[in-house]
Each structure stands twice: as structure tokens, then as C-alpha cells.
């Protein structure tokens, strides 16, 4: 096969295209597996506490425990205080609270 | 000559005109694989950490019960734990004692846990690995802690959590009882919240209704509500992730369409040319669909395989501004790579498809024209 055409260039940029985009499933497989281990310290550690969230935010009660935290957490600050933290900007309310 | 020789034929000429505005299409595969690898990071970031809660938290308490006081949290008497054990179905309960404390050293917020099976005994903490990367300086082995009655108790470190549970256990400083009294002046009979089991796990939902009947003042979380906070809170189909993301995705759709509506006068006289040298107007528009697909099956393949390694190789780096906020303390976290063909598909007909057709219509549009009007406009 000669590359002295462009189209010919072009499957085989697609065909590598294709290839990579396979290997991160298998890396995502073979990470998972491998991972099992560290899956089993972490749900223990969950188990062992109680836990109820992960530890993402640590910026504000709200943020690090949204399913913990109540209707008015995020405002409760002082009277007319706004909700301010940044990673409160990127979180949904959790739904238990949204829904009446 | 046969279909997939014209095609070839088609493709090796749109190569080569390609080839000719190099520096302008190769501007446009930067910018293009830019927002497909922002969108991509975003929603492997997403899914990853949607995954991570569904498979951790499956251990979570199978009810949390907290006491309200006009809207806040507040201490729940002990005396509730007989209450709650009087509802038929509760298998067990137990009050859980925790808590925040502010370090002014580094500014960093902790969530302190009082072990009831602490094996160290009194004045000692086991920390998570982010407490101890981010240990004030001259703390050495032991970590002083102002207590609420103003006198500083000086806890020793005896173990530190490992760096691979840090996405749940980052922040905790855990202790014995006696010290997390001491050092919240938590009075005994009280604790934080009450964490229960109930027999048959279909009664959650019907204990939960009975212990807000029998305690009005309580609101109990279930370990479903709980799965499904981080189901909708890292939905990468809602909220601001999506608003944030929306400009991105426009800013690209007007490039895009400028891109491709304004043919240049280059352009039009190349096609005007084709039409003249007796190409026909579907090998003018297959020749357009062709420079679509280059293009954009470049930048997507370019833009996932980065996204893929920005996020599951170097920890999101480019969004750990935006996720750490004003927090001092950010777990180390190395997650779960997710990648599926639902999200590959996703990604490629919110990128691809969208940018092949807007090529199309308005080459069509110049090639359906006369060649002499198009090579003399």
C-alpha cells in the first residue's frame, strides 16, 4: 500500500483514529479491574463511618455534604445572605430537596 | 469507474484542496478538537464521578435521621434512639458524632468524626491523606486543635488514611468520642445524627414515614436519596455544566456556520471552475461532505483521546480552579475511567454531524449556480 495518495493517508489516520478510541475502552476495562481493590478500602471506609458523600468540595457544608444538607443551608449564612461558594455553581440541588 | 473509486478520487482532490489553505483549516481542527475535548472532559468528568458515588456510596447508612431546629441542624437527644427502635422494621441504631473544624493555620475546613471503634485511644487522630498534605507547618507529629472552650488539645498522629480512599476520606480527621466531646463540647446524650438499619431494605421508605410521624421535628435521608443526589447532581445534562458549556458550544456553532456559509471568493472560484471543467453539482456537494468529514472526525478523534487522557490521566487539571473553589484542601484523586459507546456516540452527533451539514447546504447552494456567475461574483 503506498501513502502517495491523500485518501489513502486519510483511512489510515481514521483506522489509527479508531484504534485509539478502542484502546481507552480497554484501558478503561483493564483500569477497572485493577482498581477493585482500592473500590473494596473505600466502601469499607464508608461503611465503618457512615459516610453519605464523597469528598469533592470541601469549601462549604452544602458543597461537601449536598445529601446531608438542608433546603436552606446555602443561605443561612446571615439574614440575606446569597448563596456564594463557586463549586456551589456547578451543583444541582440534590433532588430530595428540589422535589416538595 | 466505480462508486468507491469516485469517492477516492473525490476525497484525494479534497485533500489537496484542504492542503492549500493549510494554515486556515489547521486553525479551524484546533479550535474545533478544543471544544469536542472540553465537552468530552466534562462529560467523562461527569460520568466518572456519578459512577464513583453509585459504587461507593452502595454502602452508605441505610437512613440518616437528623433533628431540625427552625431549618438548621441541630443536636439529636439520644432519647430518639429509643423511639426510633419502637418502629416496627428498625433493625438497629446508633447516633453518629460529627462535625466541622476551621484550621486558621491553612485555612483548610476538616470533617471530624468521632470513631466509636477508634483503636488509638485519647489525644490521638487518624487523618486522610489531603489533611496531611496540607498540614500547617511546624505541626510535625502532633496537631493541636483549638477546642470550643478555648484551650488546645494536642492530638497525636498515629495513622494516615490511604492516598487511594482519598475521594471519600480527603478531609476526615477521625478520633475517639471522649476527644470529639471535648473538643466540640458536645454534652453526652446528644450526638450529630442518627444512623439506622432497617430489616427488610423494601420498608426504608415506610420507616422513613413512620419516624417523621413519631418525630416531626427529624428529617431522615435515605440511602436511595443519597444515591440519587450525586445521579442528578453530576448530571452532565443539566445545571451549569451545561449552561457553562452552551457558550462554548455556540461561540463553535457561529464559528462554525461562518466557517462554512462565507464561502471565500477562492473557494467559490474553485467550485465555479469544477462546474466548468463539467463536474456535476452532487460531486461538487459530495466533495463539501467530504472536507466536513476530514475535518471534524479529525478534531473529534484528536479531542476525545485528550479529554480522555486530561481527565483520567492528569486528574482534570485544566478544571481543578474551577472544581476547588475556595477549598484549601482538594483530594488527589485518580478516578475510574468511564468511557462508553452511549457517550462516544453522544459526543460524535453533538460535534460531527452538526458541522458535516453546515458545510454542505451552502456549497450546494453555490454550486446549484451558474459557473460563470459564481466565477465572476
Not at chain 2, 60 to 70: N, T
Not at chain 2, 82 to 105: H, M, Q, T
Amino acid at each position: 500500500m503506498t501513502l502517495r495518495r491523500g485518501s489513502t493517508a486519510f483511512f489510515l489516520f481514521v483506522t489509527i483514529g479508531l484504534c485509539g478510541l478502542l484502546l481507552l475502552f480497554a484501558h478503561a476495562y483493564w483500569r477497572e479491574k485493577a482498581d477493585r481493590a482500592a473500590y473494596g478500602e473505600k466502601r469499607e471506609i464508608v461503611k465503618a463511618l457512615g459516610l453519605t458523600d464523597l469528598c469533592l468540595f470541601t469549601e462549604a457544608r452544602y458543597t461537601r455534604h449536598p445529601a446531608a444538607a438542608d433546603r436552606f443551608t446555602p443561605f443561612q449564612d446571615h439574614p440575606l445572605s446569597l448563596e456564594h461558594f463557586p463549586s456551589a455553581s456547578i451543583l444541582l440541588p440534590p433532588p430530595h430537596l428540589s422535589t416538595p | 469507474m466505480s462508486w468507491t473509486g469516485k469517492q477516492r478520487n473525490i476525497l484525494d482532490f479534497t485533500l489537496s484542496s484542504l492542503l492549500r489553505r493549510k494554515g486556515r483549516n489547521a486553525a479551524l481542527i484546533v479550535v474545533y478538537a478544543f471544544v469536542v475535548f472540553l465537552l468530552a472532559s466534562v462529560v467523562f468528568l461527569a460520568q466518572s464521578i456519578k459512577e464513583e458515588a453509585q459504587a461507593v456510596l452502595r454502602e452508605a447508612p441505610e437512613i440518616v435521621v437528623q433533628r431540625l431546629v427552625a431549618g438548621r441542624h441541630d443536636l439529636i437527644p439520644e432519647t430518639y434512639i429509643d423511639r426510633i427502635r419502637g418502629i416496627p422494621g428498625v433493625a438497629s441504631v446508633k447516633a453518629r458524632l460529627w462535625g466541622y473544624y476551621y484550621e486558621p493555620l491553612n485555612g483548610a475546613n476538616y470533617t471530624v468524626i468521632a470513631d466509636e471503634n477508634f483503636p488509638y485511644g485519647k489525644r490521638t487522630v487518624v487523618i486522610g491523606n489531603g489533611v496531611a498534605r496540607h498540614l500547617p507547618p511546624l505541626v510535625g507529629k502532633t496537631m493541636p486543635m483549638r477546642s470550643y472552650g478555648g484551650s488546645y488539645l494536642f492530638m497525636r498522629i498515629r495513622e494516615t488514611l490511604s492516598s487511594e480512599s482519598e475521594l471519600v476520606s480527603s478531609d476526615l480527621v477521625l478520633m475517639s468520642v471522649d476527644d470529639f466531646r471535648e473538643l466540640f463540647r458536645i454534652p453526652a446524650g446528644v450526638g450529630t445524627d442518627l444512623v439506622l438499619t432497617v430489616s427488610n431494605p423494601r420498608e426504608v421508605a415506610t420507616v422513613a414515614g413512620k419516624i417523621v410521624e413519631a418525630l416531626p421535628d427529624t428529617r431522615p435521608i435515605t440511602r436511595a436519596e443519597v444515591l440519587r443526589t450525586y445521579d442528578a447532581v453530576f448530571d452532565w445534562r443539566g445545571g451549569m455544566i451545561v449552561a457553562n458549556l452552551i457558550g462554548a458550544l455556540m461561540a463553535f456553532v457561529i464559528f462554525a456556520w461562518d466557517k462554512a456559509t462565507g464561502l471565500s471568493a477562492e473557494e467559490r472560484r474553485e467550485i465555479g471552475i469544477l462546474k466548468g471543467l463539467g463536474w456535476e453539482t452532487s460531486d461538487v456537494i459530495l466533495m463539501k461532505f467530504w472536507e466536513g468529514v476530514v475535518v471534524s472526525l479529525s478534531s473529534f478523534f484528536l479531542g476525545v483521546i485528550l479529554a480522555y487522557v486530561h481527565v483520567f490521566f492528569a486528574s482534570a487539571t485544566l478544571f481543578e480552579s474551577a472544581l476547588k473553589g475556595w477549598s484549601v484542601l482538594y483530594p488527589d484523586f485518580r478516578l475510574k475511567p468511564v468511557i462508553t459507546p452511549y457517550l462516544v456516540s453522544v459526543l460524535f452527533f453533538l460535534t460531527v454531524v452538526p458541522y458535516t451539514f453546515a458545510t454542505v447546504v451552502p456549497s450546494w447552494r453555490a454550486a446549484t449556480t451558474d459557473p460563470d456567475a459564481v466565477m465572476r461574483a
